[in-house]
């Protein structure tokens, strides 16, 4: 079992920063990957961001170059970096570990204003 909770979001004015946190307990050796989702009012749930345990990183198209994954000093955080921030970046950020079995976080509003 993988537990995850995120923290970080907010409201922030367009072209602000935030840094979005994730903080894994549980079995944590046995995560390959960690993913940062979003979900925005009335879409799908997106990709946003990968890091895998090798510590390759991957981002959708919308984010590359704005956004940065990380992984903490410590194993089991891992970081979402935020910079210029737009209004369709407006979504619920959901963590994501993949071990045998895709884990999810609870959530964090990210809010930005134009």
């Known amino acids: 079992q993988v537990q995850l909770v995120e923290s970080g979001g907010g409201l922030v004015q367009a072209g602000g920063s935030l840094r979005l946190s994730c903080v894994a307990s549980?079995?944590?050796?046995?995560?390959?990957?960690m993913d940062w989702y979003r979900q925005a009012p009335g879409k799908q749930r997106e990709w946003v961001a990968t890091?895998?345990?090798?510590?390759?990183?991957h981002y959708a198209d919308s984010v590359k170059g704005r956004f940065t994954i990380s992984r903490g000093n410590v194993k089991n955080t891992v970081y979402l970096q935020m910079n210029s921030l737009k209004p369709d970046d407006t979504a619920v950020y959901y963590c994501?570990?993949?071990?045998?079995?895709?884990?999810w976080g609870q959530g964090t509003q990210v809010t930005v204003s134009s």
């Open positions: 549980g079995s944590i050796f046995s995560i390959n990957l």
């Open positions: 890091i895998t345990s090798g510590g390759s990183t």
């Open positions: 994501s570990g993949v071990a045998s079995y895709r884990y």
